[in-house]
């Protein structure tokens, strides 16, 4: 039995199958992460189409009994040429599309986890040295969310204290902690500008960042509060994390 179907899809990676085809995977709004292969030399037009961060709708053909899947096209409607201009822009986004399919395609809200990893990639698509790490946190801090296990930045998980100032990450809980309960712990200090950049971005389109202000010394804390986060989440740190 075979069928063919058509999703809104976003091209995650390709590997080499083979003396000239790829092996594809993409988020798609339909189905989460699927793969299907693309067959075609290295001037297939398919092939050129098919490549990491081009997002469009994508017709895919389903052997289902020898559960095989074949890229038949791909109308790209965002190409995102940017994301190869800037180390910066190109990292963030590896290490996007790295989590998407790390954390299979976030909660099962698939449309949701396309539109957040599509909208992303548009702002990385732009932006500059730093907003790229501010990006890549939002992207990490909004995710989590849509996998349903995002830490209260207003209260303390053990005491349900209302924060005021610091706060810590402490791991093993997979909270946020005041002053009083993080006492004597490991964890990563988030100081008060950094956790309050976090609350403020944190519903805002990714294109929008630029319009809070985060010093160097707060991104790096939220971007290593977000990064400890998602690794705990994952059960590992994902080597693209570390750019």
């Known amino acids: ?8 899809a976003l091209a995650l990676r390709t590997r080499p199958v ?5 092996e594809a995977f993409f988020l798609t709004a339909e189905s989460g ?24 709708t994508l017709w895919v053909y389903h052997d289902t009994v020898k559960d095989f899947m074949k890229v038949t096209d791909f109308d790209v409607k965002q190409w995102r040429p940017g994301l190869r ?55 990490l801090w909004n995710w989590i969310d849509l996998i349903g296990e ?19 990450y402490e791991p093993v809980e997979g909270a946020f902690l005041c002053s009083s309960c993080g006492a004597g712990r490991h964890g990563i200090t988030l100081g008060a500008g950094a956790r309050k950049w976090l609350a403020a971005v944190e519903n ?28 705990g989440l994952l059960g590992k740190k994902l080597e693209s994390w570390s750019w």
């Not at 039995?1 to 809104?8: E, G, K, P, V």
């Not at 449309?111 to 599509?118: K, T």
């Open 1 to 8: 039995m075979t069928r063919n179907a058509t999703y809104s």
């Open 18 to 22: 083979g003396e000239s085809n790829r």
């Open 33 to 56: 992460v699927i793969r299907a292969t693309v067959f075609g030399g290295p001037k297939s037009k398919l092939r050129a189409c098919v490549s990491p961060f081009h997002q469009g």
């Open 85 to 139: 201009e800037l180390y910066e822009r190109s990292m963030a986004a590896a290490a996007v599309v790295d989590t998407v399919a790390a954390s299979h395609a976030g909660g099962g809200n698939w449309a949701a986890a396309l539109e957040h990893a599509g909208r992303t990639l548009d702002a990385l698509d732009g932006a500059d040295e730093r907003m790229a790490s501010r990006v890549f946190c939002h992207f």
């Open 150 to 168: 995002k830490p209260s930045l207003r209260e303390c998980s053990l005491c349900a204290s209302r924060f005021d100032g610091a706060v810590l």
């Open 204 to 231: 805002a389109p990714p294109a929008t960042l630029n319009r809070w202000s985060l010093d160097a010394a707060s991104l790096a804390q939220v971007r290593a509060a977000t990064v400890a986060l998602m690794a």
